[in-house]
C-alpha cells in the first residue's frame, strides 16, 4: 500500500513531474514536494522521486542523481517506467522519451549537440503548456486529490499507461488485418481493411508497424476506414511529399482533400479504385 509520494522542493522538470504522473495513474496519493527523510527511503509505502540517491524498486525509491556521470542516461522517469515494466516499450514508442532523458542528465548544450540542433532551438520547442504545468507543480509543497495539477498530472499518467499497455495490443490487431499493396511506380502502400466492429482508432499503430517493418523504406502511403464515413483515408507515411493528395480533391468519389497535400478522404472502397487514387497523387 503506496500512501504518499516524495519529491524534492524547487524547481520542477519534465522527468520528475512526468515520474509522478505515472505513479498517480496506480498510487492516487498525495504528492509532498520536501526532501525526504531516513524514514522516508527506507519505507516501501512511500515513493521517493528523483531525489535521495537512490534507486530502490523494493524501497520504491527512484532517484539517479548517483549515477556516473558517464553512465546511461536515465532519469526519474525512466527509472518509474522500469519500475511499471514500461520502458522497452517506451524506448519503442515515445519518441520524447530519450530526448527528455538527455536534457535532464545531459542539461541543454550536450542536448543541442547529440540532436545536431543550436541550444536557442530547443527554447523555440517550450510550450506554454509545459511551463505553466511545471511552475504551478513546483509552486507547491503539497498536492492532493481535488487540486487541479494533480488531477491534470493523474490524467496523464493514465493516458501514458493506456498507450503503452494499448500500443502493444495495437501492433498486433495491425499485423493480424493488414496487408501490403505494391504501387506501379514501385514503392509500397499498407492498407488496412473496414471490419466489423472497428476498434477505437484502429489506425493509430499503422505508422509503427511499418517502422519496424522490413517495408518501411519502401512504404509511401497508408489506407485505413474512415471513422466518418464509409470509405477510407488515404495519408502520407512519414509525410512523404511524393505523394500530393490535393491532385485529387476534384475527384467525384473524394469528399476532402487537405489544402497541404498530406490526406485525403474517399467514398471508394475497391482496391482497384483506391490505388488508383494514389497513383494519381504520385508526383515521384
Known sequence: ???????????????????????????????????????????????????????????????????????????????????????????????????AEWFDTRGPVDTGKWLGVERETLSKLNSPIDITLLRRFAAGTEHQAGEPIWEVMKMVGEDLHKYLTGMRAKLEEVARLCEWWEMDFG?????????????????SGMGRFVED?????????????????????ISRFNDDKRLEFTRVGEEEDVHFAHKSGFIAKTSATEKARLTALIEQAWIG
Not at 517493418?213 to 476506414?225: H, K, N, Q, R
Open 1 to 99: 500500500m503506496i500512501r504518499e509520494i516524495v519529491v524534492h522542493p524547487g524547481g520542477a522538470h519534465k522527468d520528475d513531474f512526468l515520474a509522478c504522473s505515472v505513479l498517480l495513474a496506480k498510487y492516487p496519493v498525495t504528492i509532498f514536494r520536501r526532501e525526504p527523510s531516513d524514514a522516508d527511503l527506507s519505507d516501501p509505502s512511500v515513493c521517493v522521486v528523483d531525489v535521495g540517491g537512490d534507486w530502490n524498486e523494493d524501497l520504491m525509491n527512484f532517484d539517479h542523481h548517483q549515477f556516473p556521470r558517464d553512465s546511461e542516461p536515465l532519469c526519474a522517469i525512466s527509472l518509474v517506467l522500469k519500475h511499471f515494466g514500461l520502458y522497452e516499450d517506451a524506448q519503442k514508442f515515445c519518441d520524447w522519451l530519450e530526448v
Open 187 to 203: 514503392k509500397k502502400v499498407l492498407f488496412m481493411p473496414r471490419v466489423e466492429p472497428l476498434s477505437d482508432d484502429a489506425s
Open 213 to 233: 517493418s522490413e517495408f518501411a523504406g519502401d512504404t509511401v502511403a497508408l489506407v485505413y476506414p474512415d471513422r466518418r464515413g464509409t470509405g477510407y483515408g
